[in-house]
T-cell receptor, first 115, second 114 residues
């Protein structure tokens, strides 16, 4: 089974600054998807950004961007101009493009934004 | 519906009792997932339904756990003879089909076994 590792249980960032959350994964597959989900205190998981493994270009969604290093199996999330509303748990997730469609999640990083 | 709906939002039950957790996916979504989130842990896969295919039950932790999906829509996760280690947030998600990448999550049911 695939594994997803988030080595930073907690991170903090000053409002308006930039923060990077780390994620590594282990797989023998070549075609897959990677995701970052945000979970605020309401518990509802919200998709922040996704990356298709076959695309070399890093995905970007407004203030959120990723650094996808396929050979290194690394998928970090960069949040620019951090806002108070960005405070949440962030989960990195992997999903195979082939058979077996479950998502594999990391253990999460709790992000605090300091005013 | 507009989003994935789960009920109840919170459930407190006594050890040894049975509980049923309900998930109402987005209308038209054929894929449905159940995950368990324990304190300080990531999301643990429990079961996956895709259309009329046999569900992937490989994540169910014991035979006390079961799930069904009636009419390809609403799903019920049942935990029999609950134990304290079953205390967790149970999340349901749905996806349009097996190839669509995005899954939409409900707000979860927080189960507390006392």
């Amino acid at each position: 089974a695939q594994t997803v590792t988030q080595s930073q249980p907690e991170m903090s960032v000053q409002e308006a600054e930039t923060v990077t959350l780390s994620c590594t994964y282990d797989t023998s597959e070549s075609d897959y998807y990677l995701f970052w989900y945000k979970q605020p205190p309401s518990r509802q998981m919200i998709l922040v950004i996704r990356q298709e493994a076959y695309k070399q270009q890093n995905a970007t969604e407004n203030r959120f961007s990723v650094n996808f290093q396929k050979a290194a199996k690394s998928f970090s999330l960069k949040i620019s101009d951090s806002q108070l509303g960005d405070a949440a748990m962030y989960f990195c997730a992997y999903r195979s493009r082939g058979a077996g469609n479950q998502f594999y999640f990391g253990t999460g990083t709790s992000l605090t934004v300091i005013p | 519906g507009a989003g994935v709906s789960q009920s109840p939002s919170n459930k407190v039950t006594e050890k040894g009792k049975d509980v049923e957790l309900r998930c109402d996916p987005i209308s038209g979504h054929t894929a449905l997932y159940w995950y368990r989130q324990s304190l300080g842990q990531g999301l643990e896969f429990l079961i996956y339904f895709q259309g009329n295919s046999a569900p992937d039950k490989s994540g169910l932790p014991s035979d006390r756990f079961s799930a069904e999906r009636t009419g390809g829509s609403v799903s019920t996760l049942t935990i029999q003879r609950t134990q304290q280690e079953d205390s967790a947030v149970y999340l349901c998600a749905s996806s349009l089909d097996r190839v669509t990448t995005e899954a939409f999550f409900g707000q979860g049911t927080r189960l507390t076994v006392v």
